[in-house]
């Protein structure tokens, strides 16, 4: 079974640019899940999305925004870009999601984002 | 939000048995906890997941005490190909709650 994939893989944006970064699930999963990791803040949450939806979202600003299409794939958009949005983000999927039980998350090899 | 604080770092020898433990003081009722392994260049990689008391699988052990205020990731006989950071994550049954730990960068040495 192919895992999570995401694409690009690395990307170099100036400030004030937006980007979109792709990711596409394991077959069956659900749901798609964004985190961003950064040396100085480690792991952080951004959103889930789940059936087309978004059921649950960290504490980011508005600039950070995502989408999940019909057949799974998420993508996630961050406009204008400042230089603190240079960090690795990282994509999972799981069936469910976290907040159903035990339900196991895979994460995808990252998309690591530099803006200069 | 549970707060949760790990070792920065450990040394190990190859075949030693690795505990590598994670605290989360205010862990709430319907908190679920899990670790992640990373390798550079790579995202988390799934290793156990529990509530409480004791799981265990193919690779690793998971020890939640009774409080579930702390909880412990056990690698048996570890190798050379067990370097990498390990990170916990708590998170609610919501899934709206979630957050790692500053994970622990685990060396072993031969």
Not at chain 1, 9 to 25: A, F, H, M
Not at chain 2, 8 to 15: L, Q
Request: charge should be positive.
């Amino acid at each position: 079974k192919a895992g999570v994939t995401q694409t690009p893989r690395y990307l170099i944006k100036t400030r004030g640019q937006q980007v979109t970064l792709s990711c596409s699930p394991i077959s069956g999963h659900r749901s798609v899940s964004w985190y961003q990791q950064t040396p100085g803040q480690g792991l952080q949450f951004l959103f889930e999305y789940f059936s087309e939806t978004q059921r649950n979202k960290g504490n980011f600003p508005g600039r950070f925004s995502g989408r999940q299409f019909s057949n799974s794939r998420s993508e996630m958009n961050v406009s204008t870009l400042e230089l603190g949005d240079s960090a690795l983000y990282l994509c999972a999927s799981s069936l469910e999601g976290l907040g159903q039980g035990l339900d196991t998350q895979y994460f995808g090899p990252g998309t690591r984002l530099t803006v200069l | 939000l549970a707060k949760t604080t790990q070792p920065i770092s450990m040394d190990s020898y190859e075949g030693q048995e690795v505990n590598i433990t994670c605290s989360h003081n205010n862990i709430a009722t319907n908190d679920y906890i899990t670790w992640y392994q990373q390798f550079p260049s790579q995202g988390p990689r799934f290793i156990i997941q529990g509530y409480k008391t004791k799981v265990t699988n193919e690779v690793a052990s998971l020890f939640i005490p009774a409080d579930r205020k702390s909880s412990t990731l056990s690698l048996p006989r570890v190798s050379l190909s067990d370097t990498a950071v390990y990170y916990c994550l708590v998170h609610n049954n919501a899934g709206n709650m979630l957050t790692f730990g500053g994970g622990t960068r685990l060396m072993v040495k031969p």
